[in-house]
């Protein structure tokens, strides 16, 4: 239990743009609390003993009756204000949670986010069998339906640089499940560019030169694995 709240403790640090919002919101709250009583005319509740008190106060201190239309026309202002600040507070709140967890997903993208992680989980369960260019194209109109897809990848690119890595690692060709990699990334941009980099220097036989990032890290993996390609 202390654990817990030595954890909740550390979100009062300075600097970590917190507690405003915090602040905010209790504020947001207080002022509907306030509002209720004169809005409604409830003033049995023991949760608006203390707006009462409060109200009961002003009215002492500024001469002014609380009650009547002039009360609830404040009440149902205090009500809005407090509602709206509600919202500003929950949504500044929102985007430091954001920030902390995701920092790659700006405010405009996170609507697609959530898209991606709800909406697409429910989509239809699909297997897709091929290979080649074909295979990767389909999977690329299909995660925007769904991503619960698995692709079964008949591997028969044997030249360049999967053909390379075959004969020198005895790993099957890689080619093709680069490719679907690719296919099936949220960030597909980016990962095109790092998996299909080939580079430019080293040996033509035994050196980098025209080996693609993505075989040689399917390859490392499948090392990794010792050999078991499948893992």
Known sequence: ???????LVKLLRP????????VLLCVALGMILLGVPLATGVHTLDLLKWPNAFWTW????????????????????????GLALVCVALAHLGSVFMAALSPAVSPTRLVDAVYRDRVLKLGPRVVVLGGGTG???MLRG????????????????DGGSSGKLQK????LPPGDIRNCLVA????????????????RRGGAENGLR????????????TEIAGGDFEE
Do not use: C
Request: charged share 15%; aromatic share 8%.
């Open 1 to 7: 239990m202390m654990d817990r709240i030595l954890e």
């Open 15 to 22: 600097g970590l743009r917190f507690k405003r919002w915090i």
């Open 58 to 81: 002003f009215e002492q201190l500024a001469g002014v009756p609380m009650d009547g239309a002039s009360g609830a026309g404040m009440g149902m202002l205090l009500i809005l204000a």
């Open 135 to 137: 295979l990767s194209t």
């Open 142 to 157: 299909l995660k925007q339906y769904s991503s619960n897809l698995v692709a079964v990848v008949t591997v028969t690119d």
């Open 168 to 171: 020198q690692l005895n790993v």
């Open 184 to 199: 099936m990334a949220d960030a597909e941009g980016t990962m095109t560019d790092l998996f299909q980099y080939r580079f």
């Open 210 to 221: 025209d080996h693609a990032f993505g075989n040689l890290l399917i390859a490392a993996m």
